[in-house]
């Protein structure tokens, strides 16, 4: 059964960094690609990017609303996918999903962790 | 910047039948776009129902069917059972510098 465990969001002061992380079981974590989606409370959900495979030199694409701001990474000893957000925004408070293609374009998803950017 | 656009809402009476459709600000949407929909309750996080326009997952139920339909890709539910309602989202790729775009979501109501 494929998991994804999304951990480390909280409260962050505007200005601020955090990194949140995604552990992965239940396939084989190095072949897959790996994007980020966000939701705002009480808002829909917004791709943030991806992160490619090392045979695909660990390629990122970003969406612009987080460009130079957000870095994706990934360490495949540990089948985990971080999410590193600096200068963060009040406007990037929101639930953060990892997810990950299959047959379709994203099929596994995580629960989710809250990032609260508030002072 | 792309903008991909749905109904924001919707209702259906039980039993009854009803189209979602998504556009794209980039043109009429063509099975090259690769339409997927989720459906997602409140609390929960996002379950795919339909990927590459009309095919299901095999937790998809037969009521729900994926098409492309003027321009637009399409989500129908016939037989609408009350567990249905849920907000629902289509995901376009578009390919270039932003490939993945959501749809703002429709909010299914079954009244």
């Known amino acids: 059964e494929v998991q994804l465990v999304e951990s480390g969001g909280g409260l962050v002061q505007p200005g601020g960094s955090l990194q949140i992380s995604c552990t992965a079981s239940g396939f084989t974590f190095k072949e897959s690609a790996m994007h980020w989606v966000r939701q705002a409370p009480g808002r829909g959900l917004e791709w943030l990017g991806r992160i490619r495979t090392r045979p695909n030199d660990y390629a990122t694409t970003y969406a612009a609303s987080v460009k130079g701001r957000f870095t994706f990474s990934r360490d495949d000893s540990k089948n985990t996918v971080y999410l590193q957000m600096n200068s963060l925004r009040i406007e990037d408070t929101a639930v953060y999903y990892c997810?990950?293609?299959?047959?379709?374009?994203?099929?596994?998803w995580g629960q989710g962790t809250l990032v609260t950017v508030s002072s | 910047q792309t903008v991909v656009t749905q109904e924001p809402s919707l209702t259906v009476s039980p039993g009854g039948t009803v189209t979602l459709t998504c556009a794209s600000s980039a043109g009429a949407v063509t099975s090259g776009f690769s339409p997927n929909w989720f459906q997602q309750k409140p609390g929960q996080p996002p379950r795919p129902l339909i990927h590459?326009?009309?095919n299901k997952y095999s937790w998809t139920p037969a009521r729900f069917s994926g098409s492309l339909l003027g321009g637009k890709a399409a989500l129908t539910l016939s037989h609408v059972q009350p567990e249905d309602e849920a907000e629902y989202y289509c995901?376009?790729?578009?390919?270039?510098?932003?490939?993945?775009?959501f749809g703002g979501g429709t909010k299914l109501t079954v009244l």
């Open positions: 995901l376009l790729y578009h390919g270039g510098a932003q490939p993945w775009v």
């Open positions: 590459s326009t009309t």
């Open positions: 997810t990950r293609p299959g047959i379709g374009d994203l099929d596994d």
